[in-house]
């Protein structure tokens, strides 16, 4: 099965850039979706097909995927940034959809 | 306002059958795949199925295969999913997606807010 390996936790005070990894086989090859999950809510798909951000995402996030690592990048870090983000993609070998572990941003 | 809210979820005894549901409103619900992701208190995201705009398409986790069954009634802008053979394994928070594509290719853009099922004796 495919495994998607995120840090479980990256730390980043405000004003800075936080920058979250997705480790996988050949991931540059698949599409990325990154997700943004505050605590006690659902999650908000944030970044998709690596790069693309939905309506009403702030230009603040950004995606890129190449080789065996897709990031998440977040831009002059504020308070309500803090919260797990998810990477994820659509596995056509296995026809599954894969979820990394999440990573904790935490706003010191 | 596109919104998809989640029921019937509840306490059931391991081995038992339930049936969660999602009434997606606010968008053209024909248009769309449909999946449905778990995660357990404090844990993380883990997909269980998903259903192609027209259930031409339907795929599932390997841990719910063969236990747990898809689908969608167009009409009616339901998605549902029939959970049996329970185990305390299955207890989660249980998310109602929509995905980006009608055929489950894009990502996850519209979340309901859950229904908790817990299966305990």
């Known amino acids: 099965s495919y495994v998607l390996a995120q840090p479980p936790s990256v730390s980043v005070a405000p004003g800075k850039t936080a920058r979250v990894s997705c480790g996988g086989d050949n991931i540059g090859s698949k599409s990325v979706h990154w997700y943004q999950q505050r605590p006690g809510q659902a999650p908000v798909l944030i970044i998709s097909h690596d790069t693309a951000r939905p309506s009403g995402i702030p230009e603040r996030f950004s995606g890129s995927n190449s080789g065996n690592t897709a990031t998440l990048t977040i831009n002059r870090v504020e308070a309500g940034d803090e919260a797990d983000y998810y990477c994820?993609?659509?596995?056509?070998?296995?026809?599954?959809?894969?979820f990394g572990a999440g990573t904790k941003v935490t706003v010191l | 306002e596109v919104q998809l809210v989640e029921s019937g979820g509840g306490l059931v005894q391991p081995g038992r059958s339930l049936r969660v549901s999602c009434a997606a409103s606010g968008f053209a619900f024909e248009q769309y795949a449909m999946h449905w992701v778990r995660q357990v208190p404090g844990k993380g995201l883990e997909w269980v199925a998903s259903?192609?705009?027209?259930?031409?398409?339907?795929l599932y986790a390997d841990s719910v295969k063969g236990r747990f069954t898809i689908s969608r009634d167009n009409a009616n802008r339901s998605l549902f999913m029939e959970m049996e053979s329970l185990r305390e394994g299955d207890t989660a928070l249980y998310y109602c997606?929509?995905?980006?594509?009608?055929?489950?290719?894009?990502?996850?853009?519209?979340w309901g807010q859950g229904t908790t099922v817990t299966v305990a004796s």
């Open positions: 994820q993609v659509w596995n056509s070998n296995n026809f599954d959809y894969v």
């Open positions: 259903v192609s705009w027209n259930s031409a398409t339907i």
């Open positions: 997606a929509r995905d980006e594509s009608g055929t489950a290719t894009g990502g996850m853009d519209v």
